[in-house]
């Protein structure tokens, strides 16, 4: 019974910077990989970051398109999962979805590998 919300979203500047949260209820994310996919009105969804936390190791995959700019990260509790974007770009703009794997398996950017999401947290990079 994993939940997620998101949160963090809202309207970012060009070039500046927003932090997305994914909360986890139910269960802890430890050992799962979580995603950040987002899709914009009329496009599939994409794969944008991935986090996992195992063992006494970090495994992360990231998009070529953020490369540089976004970072995953995680809080103490292992709980919460961060997307920090940075150096945000117009068409950065997207309903921004958090997602986790079944337990134990690798970091995938690939939507259909993943089987809980949240509900998105819209972001918009505009003046």
């Known amino acids: 019974q994993l939940q997620l919300v998101e949160s963090g979203g809202g309207l970012g500047q060009p070039g500046g910077s927003l932090r997305l949260s994914c909360v986890a209820s139910?269960?802890?994310?430890?050992?799962?990989?979580v995603g950040w996919f987002r899709q914009a009105p009329g496009k599939e969804r994409e794969g944008v970051s991935c986090?996992?936390?195992?063992?006494?190791?970090?495994?992360?995959v990231n998009a070529d398109s953020v490369k540089g700019r976004f970072t995953t990260s995680r809080n103490n509790a292992k709980t919460t999962m961060y997307l920090t974007m940075d150096s945000l770009r117009p068409d950065d703009t997207a309903l921004y979805y958090c997602?986790?794997?079944?337990?134990?398996?690798?970091?995938?950017?690939?939507?259909?590998?993943?089987?809980?999401w949240g509900q998105g947290t819209q972001v918009t990079v505009a003046w």
């Open positions: 139910g269960a802890t994310l430890k050992g799962y990989s």
């Open positions: 997602a986790v794997r079944s337990r134990g398996l690798p970091c995938s950017l690939i939507p259909d590998e993943y089987d809980v």
């Open positions: 986090i996992r936390n195992f063992a006494n190791s970090v495994e992360r």
